[in-house]
């Protein structure tokens, strides 16, 4: 017998890989689930299809289904393109076709990161800790502080941690010395936005951005030491019984206007002010333009003249 020809049967199902069902499936929401498998469904298949198709066919809102593309890319799986092209992104391919950059250090340095978050990475998150060394040029030592130091925060989410890096970026971060330094700076000035936020008796997680902004004029810009800025704040609560922040900021500008830079400065400014305000005294402002005792004779002799 000759050789054995096979006629490939058409498939009547979906494959779906092990790996989306064990990892992603528990913890994905059923609409976004549905969208990935219809995606894949019409992938296999060579159909075109739409946004508006898909949201007619599932019943999903068509911001539902854009959602859904949102969620997927961010968990590495699907990447839509802005020319419509939809593209499966398997994660074992992901990480073979970076193996240029994964020398030994950045594996270590990937192992480490998954136990500082508790979890395994995803193929977004290996590309974009893989870019930081790249774009930053940060050294694998770098990136485990910055991802240690957002864990103890407790923000292991990839966009925070990327806009710390970001941060680190711009502020010329290259050695681990820098990032140390860094790290402190932040700290110390975070150290004293809460005790402002302690003082005027809410939690720095309660700090907005607006009031952030304040405290970094005040500290920073203005130059003020911290307890100037506290009894800034204690004179705003005493007049007006409450924490607010323009009139603790027009305090704060009248001080600076007037070269106060420490506390004796203040207390001088104090002195001054007093002595401005005190009351004009109208007698002895009297007394001093004119002699009394001529006054009182000139009063008596034009009582004498009207009697007369």
């Given at each position: 017998?000759g050789?054995?020809?096979?006629?490939?049967?058409?498939?009547?199902?979906?494959?779906?890989?092990?790996?989306?069902?064990?990892?992603?499936?528990?913890?994905?929401?059923?609409?976004?689930?549905?969208?990935?498998l219809?995606?894949l469904?019409?992938?296999l298949?060579?159909?075109?299809?739409?946004?508006?198709?898909?949201?007619?066919t599932?019943?999903?809102?068509q911001?539902?289904?854009?959602?859904?593309?949102?969620?997927?890319e961010?968990?590495?799986?699907l990447?839509?393109?802005?020319?419509?092209?939809?593209?499966f992104l398997?994660?074992?391919?992901?990480?073979?076709?970076?193996?240029?950059?994964?020398?030994?250090?950045?594996?270590?340095?990937?192992?480490h990161i998954?136990?500082?978050?508790?979890?395994?990475?995803?193929?977004?998150?290996?590309?974009?800790?893989m870019?930081?060394?790249?774009?930053?040029?940060?050294?694998?030592?770098?990136?485990?502080?910055l991802?240690?130091?957002?864990?103890?925060?407790?923000?292991?989410?990839?966009?925070?941690?990327?806009?710390?890096?970001?941060?680190w970026h711009?502020?010329g971060?290259?050695?681990?010395?820098?990032?140390?330094?860094?790290i402190?700076?932040?700290?110390?000035?975070w150290?004293?936005?809460r005790?402002?936020?302690?003082?005027?008796?809410?939690?720095?997680?309660?700090?907005?951005?607006?009031?952030?902004?304040?405290?970094e004029?005040?500290?920073?810009?203005?130059?003020?030491p911290?307890?100037i800025?506290?009894?800034?704040?204690?004179?705003?609560?005493?007049?007006?019984?409450?924490?607010?922040f323009?009139?603790?900021?027009a305090?704060?500008?009248?001080w600076?206007?007037?070269?106060?830079?420490?506390?004796?400065d203040?207390?001088?400014?104090?002195?001054?002010?007093?002595?401005?305000?005190?009351?004009?005294?109208?007698?002895q402002?009297?007394?001093?333009?004119?002699?009394?005792?001529?006054?009182k004779?000139?009063?008596l002799?034009?009582?004498?003249?009207?009697?007369?």
């Amino acid at each position: 017998m000759g050789n054995i020809k096979f006629n490939i049967p058409k498939l009547e199902f979906t494959p779906v890989d092990n790996k989306f069902i064990d990892k992603y499936l528990p913890e994905a929401k059923g609409e976004f689930v549905k969208v990935y498998l219809i995606c894949l469904r019409y992938a296999l298949s060579n159909m075109d299809t739409s946004i508006e198709d898909i949201s007619q066919t599932l019943g999903l809102l068509q911001t539902d289904v854009i959602k859904a593309f949102e969620y997927w890319e961010e968990k590495g799986l699907l990447h839509l393109s802005n020319d419509g092209t939809l593209e499966f992104l398997d994660e074992s391919m992901q990480i073979k076709n970076n193996n240029l950059y994964l020398n030994d250090f950045s594996k270590d340095m990937l192992e480490h990161i998954e136990k500082l978050i508790g979890r395994p990475l995803y193929s977004k998150e290996i590309l974009t800790y893989m870019n930081f060394l790249d774009d930053f040029n940060f050294t694998p030592e770098v990136i485990l502080l910055l991802v240690e130091y957002c864990a103890a925060k407790k923000k292991t989410d990839i966009r925070y941690i990327e806009k710390v890096a970001i941060a680190w970026h711009d502020s010329g971060v290259k050695s681990i010395e820098d990032a140390q330094k860094q790290i402190k700076m932040r700290e110390d000035k975070w150290n004293k936005y809460r005790a402002i936020a302690s003082y005027l008796g809410f939690k720095d997680s309660e700090i907005s951005k607006p009031q952030e902004e304040f405290m970094e004029k005040w500290l920073f810009k203005m130059g003020f030491p911290l307890e100037i800025v506290l009894e800034a704040c204690r004179i705003c609560i005493m007049r007006i019984n409450e924490g607010n922040f323009n009139y603790i900021d027009a305090i704060l500008s009248d001080w600076y206007k007037n070269g106060v830079k420490k506390v004796e400065d203040l207390n001088k400014l104090s002195k001054k002010s007093r002595k401005k305000s005190q009351p004009f005294n109208k007698i002895q402002n009297f007394e001093s333009q004119y002699d009394m005792a001529e006054l009182k004779r000139q009063l008596l002799g034009r009582g004498d003249s009207n009697e007369k």
